[in-house]
């Protein structure tokens, strides 16, 4: 059994878990009171929520007082680039470059990291290498080694949501035909294209889950917890409410769409023969009535519901909670 737990702090819900191969040792799930990213709160703010996470630890039973906690991807600089093939001083340079003009921070408060995905094996002059870099700002990732800290944890690891999501359905993948990952949070939508082993590219919209709950309450004059609701039982339908939920949530829907397909057709592109041909959608946005038929005809693609819970024993309570739980799962896993 990994000697830590996994910790997704969502800007909704906040999600606890710890494996120990196909069972579930401990769990829990607390709403996020404040309904944004840590790097979007007050002081005061971060300190109650270090007395939510103190809460959820406790009744969750776990024991570890490892962690691995997951910073959010609208925090970071997260990218799949390529690079002309080149040495690796020279690749370095070349990153920096990139990174100058991406991340609003000087070098010096920012934490780069990066491994080469693709590198060709000849050279004829068209191919390219493929680099995941990830840079986080360090006053960042200070506040999430200070919170975990005040709750008594010990961070093995802070990861940002990629790796997690594509490690938790690694199992099912391939890398000769990778499959399209995608997390619908409520502040924003992770697309990754991942193989087994490859990271082959990813997109981060800051759209999701709650411009959605945001439009239905404008659309239809209702208080937002009400709008939710309007969200989870209407859903998107033509049969609903005479279509007007349907064209309320068309265009944002239409947005994330197209960045699904864009992500994939690049990938085909790129190589000929290796298409992808699945998608695995998971976060609470999985779960919004009438998108999965939707979002398949729309990519034209074989979409199925990512459940980490699939084969794992736990507590019936939280069996259908699995695609909110994909990253706190992937962060869990050794
Ligand atoms: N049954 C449902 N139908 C439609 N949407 C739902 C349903 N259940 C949850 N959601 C939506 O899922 C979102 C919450 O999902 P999730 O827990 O994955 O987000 P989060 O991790 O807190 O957000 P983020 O990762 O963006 O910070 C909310 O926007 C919520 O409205
Ligand atoms: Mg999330």
Do not use: C
């Not at 769409?257 to 699945?278: A, C, Q, R, W």
């Amino acid at each position: 059994m990994p000697a830590y737990f996994g910790l997704d702090i969502g800007s909704t819900s906040i999600k606890l878990i710890q494996t120990d191969g196909d069972k579930v040792k401990s769990i829990g799930i607390e709403p996020n009171q404040f309904g944004k990213n840590i790097s979007g709160m007050t002081n005061s703010e971060k300190i109650s929520l270090t007395d939510t996470l103190k809460n959820m630890i406790k009744d969750s039973g776990v024991r570890e007082r490892k962690v691995v906690a997951s910073i959010p991807e609208s925090s970071v600089f997260s990218r799949v680039l390529k690079f002309p093939v080149m040495s690796s001083p020279e690749l370095a340079t070349a990153i920096r470059w990139e990174l100058d003009q991406a991340v609003p921070f000087p070098p010096s408060e920012v934490e780069t990291s990066w491994s080469v995905l693709e590198k060709p094996d000849k050279f004829d002059g068209s191919e390219k290498i493929s680099v995941y870099v990830v840079a986080v700002p360090s006053n960042i990732s200070e506040t999430y080694v200070q919170i975990l800290e005040l709750i008594g944890v010990e961070p093995v690891r802070l990861e940002n949501e990629v790796p997690s999501l594509s490690r938790a359905f690694a199992e099912n993948l391939n890398d000769t035909s990778p499959t399209a990952i995608i997390d619908w949070g409520a502040s924003g939508t992770n697309i990754v294209v991942a193989g087994k082993t490859k990271l082959f590219g990813n997109f981060y919209v800051p759209v999701g889950g709650s411009t959605m709950t945001k439009l239905v309450a404008d659309a239809f004059g209702l208080p937002l917890d009400q709008a939710e609701n309007y969200k989870r039982t209407y859903g998107f339908s033509k049969d609903q409410l005479d279509g007007k939920m349907m064209v309320v949530l068309k265009p944002i829907i239409d947005n994330i769409i197209g960045e699904i397909k864009k992500l994939i057709i690049s990938y085909n592109d790129e190589h000929s023969g290796n298409l992808v041909s699945k998608l695995i959608i998971t976060g609470g946005g999985a779960y919004l009535p009438g998108l999965i038929p939707y979002l398949s005809e729309a990519a034209g693609i074989e979409v199925v519901v990512g459940d980490p819970f699939s084969q794992m024993s736990l507590d019936a309570k939280y069996k259908n909670l699995g695609p909110v739980f994909a990253i706190a799962s992937g962060l869990a896993m050794q």
